[in-house]
C-alpha cells in the first residue's frame, strides 16, 4: 500500500464534491473497500443502525504514524498522487480514499491501527475535520 499524502492543489477541484456519503450502506461499503485495498483478507463489520455506528475490522496492512497524523484530512490520501491517475485506472477499489475525510466532515471517527512488522499501534480520533487524538495505544 502506498503512503498516505496531501494531494496537490491542482487534484483539489477536480476532485472537490465527487463523493457523497449519504446513507449507511454506502459508509458501510467505502469502509470496506479501503479494508480491501489495505490487502485485508479478512474483514469483519458491526453495524448499530439505530445507532448509527459503524465498526470494521480487518487484517489489512495497517497505517504507519506519519500516515494516521495525515488520515481523514481533506485531500490526503494513499489511492492518488497526481491527476493523472485518476484516469489511469488505479488499483484501487475504494473512492480514490476520500471516504474518511468526508465521513470526519459529519461523525466522530475513530481509526486504530497497527502497520504490519511495526512494534506499536496507534489511535486516532477525528470530529467535525479536528483530529481530537491522535496517539499510541
Given at each position: 500500500?502506498?503512503?498516505?499524502?496531501?494531494?496537490?492543489?491542482?487534484?483539489?477541484?477536480?476532485?472537490?464534491?465527487?463523493?457523497?456519503?449519504?446513507?449507511?450502506?454506502?459508509?458501510?461499503?467505502?469502509?470496506?473497500?479501503?479494508?480491501?485495498?489495505?490487502?485485508?483478507?479478512?474483514v469483519h463489520v458491526s453495524v448499530g443502525v439505530g445507532a448509527c455506528?459503524?465498526?470494521?475490522?480487518?487484517?489489512?496492512?495497517?497505517?504507519?504514524?506519519?500516515?494516521?497524523?495525515?488520515?481523514?484530512?481533506?485531500?490526503?490520501?494513499?489511492?492518488?498522487?497526481?491527476?493523472?491517475?485518476?484516469?489511469?485506472?488505479?488499483?484501487?477499489?475504494?473512492?480514490?480514499?476520500?471516504?474518511?475525510?468526508?465521513?470526519?466532515?459529519?461523525?466522530?471517527?475513530?481509526?486504530?491501527?497497527?502497520?504490519?512488522?511495526?512494534?506499536?499501534?496507534?489511535?486516532?480520533?477525528?470530529?467535525?475535520?479536528?483530529?481530537?487524538?491522535?496517539?499510541?495505544?
Amino acid at each position: 500500500m502506498r503512503s498516505i499524502k496531501h494531494l496537490p492543489r491542482a487534484v483539489h477541484s477536480s476532485l472537490r464534491s465527487c463523493i457523497f456519503l449519504f446513507d449507511l450502506t454506502r459508509v458501510v461499503e467505502e469502509l470496506v473497500f479501503n479494508s480491501v485495498d489495505a490487502g485485508a483478507s479478512k474483514v469483519h463489520v458491526s453495524v448499530g443502525v439505530g445507532a448509527c455506528y459503524v465498526k470494521v475490522e480487518d487484517d489489512g496492512c495497517g497505517v504507519s504514524r506519519d500516515g494516521l497524523v495525515l488520515l481523514g484530512e481533506k485531500y490526503a490520501t494513499s489511492k492518488l498522487h497526481c491527476l493523472s491517475e485518476m484516469d489511469a485506472g488505479i488499483e484501487s477499489v475504494g473512492f480514490r480514499g476520500e471516504a474518511l475525510g468526508s465521513l470526519s466532515d459529519v461523525s466522530l471517527l475513530e481509526v486504530v491501527t497497527k502497520a504490519r512488522e511495526r512494534p506499536n499501534g496507534y489511535r486516532k480520533v477525528i470530529k467535525a475535520c479536528t483530529c481530537c487524538l491522535c496517539g499510541s495505544i
